[in-house]
Nanobody, 120 residues
């Protein structure tokens, strides 16, 4: 079984920065694509950023130029550096990972979410 644990959320003033982490653990053979979604109250879940195993990245237009996604394959960990934060970035941030287990089972795993609140 594979678990994803996010950390690094919190309260920050507009213009500030936060760094989220997403650590995977368990019966992992390899992790392919990873990414971040976010969901604000009353809104649908929104894709924020994705990163492939070889670190090719894509970003939502709303965060491009402010957020940077990265990963450390040796640590099975992904990061989201968020700069120039805006109140509209306030949301619960979820990470996901496409994981092949040691038993050759493919699954998409999700973290529990971490709250990011940006005050104006």
């Amino acid at each position: 079984q594979v678990q994803l644990v996010e950390s690094g959320g919190g309260l920050v003033q507009a213009g500030g920065s936060l760094r989220l982490s997403c650590a995977a653990s368990g019966s992992i053979f390899v992790i392919n694509d990873m990414g971040w979604y976010r969901q604000a109250p009353g809104s649908q879940r929104e894709l924020v950023a994705t990163i492939t195993r070889d670190s090719s990245t894509n970003y939502a237009a709303s965060v491009a130029g402010r957020f940077t996604v990265s990963r450390d394959n040796a640590k099975n960990t992904m990061y989201l550096q968020m700069n120039a934060l805006k109140p509209e970035d306030t949301a619960v941030y979820f990470c996901y990972a496409e994981v092949w287990s040691l038993k050759s089972v493919r699954d998409v795993c999700w973290g529990q979410g971490t709250q990011v609140t940006v005050s104006s």
